[in-house]
């Protein structure tokens, strides 16, 4: 018998991804249109040089078919310093702690 870990209400209500059903849903919809999925996703960053749509993750995982690759958002470019710290501060959180350890 598997054991499944019970968030409780406090986690639930401050998360992201309060419920399994939600996570199969946004699953299901990255492999069915991993396109919208991604840009969605990364539509909530700061980007140097913007993502083109259409090249936002090409892959192979077929050895038949040539060299093994995957390549996310290529030609585009971002700063995650500025994405997870740096922007937090120009929106006013720069007293907030930003990270636990």
Known sequence: ???VYEPT???V????LPSFEQYQNMHKESLE???SFWSELANEFYWQTPYQRG???SYNFNVDEGRIFV????GSRTN???NVLDRNVRNGLGERI???W
Not at 13 to 16: A, P
Not at 71 to 74: A, I, K, P, Q, S
């Open 33 to 35: 249109d991993p396109e």
């Open 9 to 11: 209400d406090h986690v």
């Open 55 to 57: 090249n936002i993750v």
């Open 13 to 16: 209500e401050k998360s992201l």
């Open 1 to 3: 018998m598997s054991r």
């Open 98 to 100: 930003a990270f636990y």
């Open 80 to 82: 995650i310093c500025f």
């Open 71 to 74: 390549r996310w958002l290529e």
